[in-house]
């Protein structure tokens, strides 16, 4: 199962400007193993699936697109949506506690 999220890519133009888009980058995330006595451990990771920008009519330059860099915004969006989820499964305990009362 993929994931998305927005960011933008930066360059420059054939004339030196400096050129921002905002781009949808798509990825996939692998989740860890910590191993046993037959398989060896596996660290989670993430992998880039594509960057397309939000605006079709723009044309980024594979030199503005640094993967090792969205793989670092991937591992920080993977790490938000976690903290998200274990927020909402908080609050959601505490609701039940609350109607039970």
Request: glycine share 0%.
């Given at each position: 199962m993929s994931h998305t999220f927005?960011?933008?890519?930066?360059w420059h133009d054939s004339v030196g400007n400096e050129c921002e888009c905002e781009?949808?980058?798509e990825y996939d995330r692998y989740v860890g193993y910590n191993g046993d006595s037959v398989n060896p451990p596996e660290e989670s990771r993430v992998e880039v699936i594509g960057v397309t920008p939000v605006i079709a009519d723009y044309d980024i330059p594979a030199s503005a697109i640094d993967?090792?860099?969205?793989?670092?915004?991937?591992?920080q969006h993977w790490a938000d949506e976690i903290a998200a989820a274990a927020d909402a499964r908080g609050e959601a305990?505490?609701?039940?506690?609350?109607?039970?009362?």
């Open positions: 927005k960011s933008t890519a930066m781009v949808i980058v993967l090792e860099a969205y793989a670092e915004e991937c591992d305990q505490r609701d039940a506690q609350w109607e039970r009362l």
